[in-house]
């Protein structure tokens, strides 16, 4: 592969592993969160494992997140722009963080040091393993040899056909969270209800539909790809899927996309929710990512 002038970039909270980021030559920058007081990077579940992040949570321990901040981003775009390289950084979902107002003012900055550099700033209006789809295809593309400007114009395009789907069974940590009532979520939890949520244009969260079940919402989403999805059931495209420590339900919805796409470009990647976003999550969420469709309003 001919190296690129620039440099391909995200945020710690498009919740791919590590390896897969050093595979795919993408940079990425941490958010932080508190356990109980304790300041931690969000770094891909380095410092804690995953399953004892999420372990925590339900021992009690206290969770909140912070993003990062214009001073941070300064440091970490500086670093590459020393280097002579022009960059390309998409920010988590607008819909969810304000981050991209601290990398828009790092790029104000840095502007004026390095008049040469282009330093593009992108809403990813995604999150989680879709905002890590949404970097994969933009990696394929710049393998293919698009210039950073036809990048950055490809990804206005292909961020809105991101599909993410998700349902929890488990909606405590959405109750302390304040995303549902605590009458809601008590009844929710008592009668078996899995909300069934998505990401919307705007790169928000909307609770969707209410399914009885683990088992019926596992058929549910599946059935929404292939409504969904490009080329509906011969979608030949990735499908990522992340979750919050429970893996099982994660492959049990895998093993049904693979039986119901035979076309699809390898297995389902399953990956982890990470600490960002699993602080307001908890455990017991699944989320199916593909490209398809553009996103509802």
């Excluded at 909300?195 to 909307?206: A, E, F, Q, R, T």
């Excluded at 088992?215 to 969904?228: F, L």
């Amino acid at each position: 592969m001919e190296s690129t002038n620039y440099v391909l970039s995200c945020c710690s909270t498009a919740d791919m592993p590590k390896e897969y980021f050093e595979k795919r030559d993408i940079k990425y920058v941490c958010f932080h969160y508190q356990l109980d007081g304790v300041d931690y990077m969000d770094d891909l579940g380095q410092t804690i494992p995953f399953d004892k992040f999420y372990q925590a949570m339900v021992d009690g321990a206290d969770t909140k997140t912070s993003q990062i901040n214009a001073e941070e981003y300064e440091e970490y775009f500086e670093g590459i722009l020393k280097e002579g390289k022009d960059i390309l950084h998409l920010t988590l979902s607008s819909g969810i963080s304000g981050t991209i107002n601290s990398a828009n003012i790092a790029r104000d900055i840095l502007a004026e040091r390095y008049p040469d550099r282009k330093i593009y700033i992108i809403d990813s209006l995604a999150a989680s393993s879709g905002y890590g789809l949404l970097m994969d295809v933009l990696a394929d593309q710049r393998d293919a040899g698009l210039t950073i400007d036809e990048l950055a114009e490809f990804t206005l395009v292909i961020r809105n056909k991101v599909q993410h789907w998700f349902f929890s069974t488990d909606l405590t940590f959405y109750i302390k969270g304040g995303r549902v009532s605590r009458t809601a979520g008590f009844v929710g939890n008592m009668l078996n209800i899995c909300p069934l949520l998505n990401v919307n244009i705007d790169g928000k969260l909307i609770p969707r539909e209410k399914v009885r079940t683990k088992k019926k919402v596992s058929s549910r989403i599946v059935d929404i790809m292939a409504e969904r999805a490009s080329d509906r059931t011969d979608y030949s495209g990735k499908c990522f899927i992340s979750n919050s420590a429970c893996l099982e339900d994660a492959r049990y919805v895998a093993e049904l996309i693979e039986k119901r796409f035979p076309k699809l470009d390898g297995k389902v990647m399953i990956n982890n929710i990470g600490t960002t976003i699993g602080s307001h999550t908890g455990p017991g969420t699944v989320a199916v990512f593909f490209l398809g469709d553009d996103k509802d309003v």
